[in-house]
């Protein structure tokens, strides 16, 4: 069973306009979840994390990440989207075992036009 | 990207030849790890380590090998039984291997089967 889902393949949005980019997870038990950014022939880049407190977590670059466990979802969030966030956007979970064993996303395009 | 290095940048192979990426970290971290990348796929993880000597096989280790003979040195082998070897190999890792450390990931290597 996929342990976690990216709903957009693309998510297209105006420079200054708020941004979201959906996450949605399956797995049992308490997940460690993340999201990274890939920029065209380049590595991951590490945004956030969630992996207990707070369900509002704050990153890199002005991201936000809100952890909603009733609707197993860590949705990426900015309020001001900008041109240079263009980039391809991944969400990770861990199931929350004592090893770190990452299962990615399929990942969702952003791209925020001027 | 910063204190992980992986080699070549790009790679060309012939069918049926052996080939080795590199990938060197700095960060004295523990836990190493490969990760193969396909267009709208997301990352699949092949290999993984989290003590020198020691490693494990990911989802996707048939046609791989690996080795930890060193604690800064994970170099990945994609033997001529991989029928698909042509993908995005990116290599990772963390400071102790558990499911809260965050991953960090290297440049990547393009490796194309001529």
């Known amino acids: 069973a996929q342990s976690v889902a990216q709903p957009e393949d693309q998510v297209n949005v105006a420079e200054g306009n708020p941004l979201t980019v959906k996450c949605t997870y399956s797995v049992s038990g308490n997940p460690y979840l993340f999201w990274y950014v890939q920029y065209p022939n380049r590595g991951l880049q590490f945004l956030l994390k969630y992996i207990t407190g707070d369900n509002l977590v704050k990153g890199s670059y002005g991201f936000e990440a809100e952890f909603n466990k009733s609707q197993t979802s860590f949705h990426l969030k900015k309020p001001s989207a900008l041109v240079s966030d263009s980039a391809l956007y991944f969400c990770?979970?861990?199931?929350?075992?004592?090893?770190?064993?990452?299962?990615f996303g399929r990942g969702t395009q952003l791209t925020v036009w001027p | 990207d910063g204190g992980i290095t992986q080699s070549p940048k790009y790679l060309f192979r012939k069918e049926g030849q052996n080939v080795t990426l590199s990938c060197e970290q700095n960060l004295n971290h523990d836990a190493m790890y490969w990760y193969r990348q396909d267009p709208g796929q997301g990352l699949r993880l092949i290999y993984y380590s989290q003590i020198v000597n020691d490693f494990q096989k990911g989802d996707i280790a048939e046609g791989y090998s690996v080795s930890r003979e060193k604690k800064e040195s994970f170099p990945l082998t994609v033997t001529s039984a991989q029928k698909n070897p042509t993908a995005f190999y990116l290599c990772?890792?963390?400071?102790?291997?558990?499911?809260?450390?965050?991953?960090?990931f290297g440049p990547g290597t393009r490796l194309t089967v001529l």
């Open positions: 990772a890792s963390s400071m102790t291997g558990d499911a809260t450390d965050t991953q960090y």
């Open positions: 990770a979970v861990d199931r929350g075992s004592t090893l770190g064993r990452l299962y």
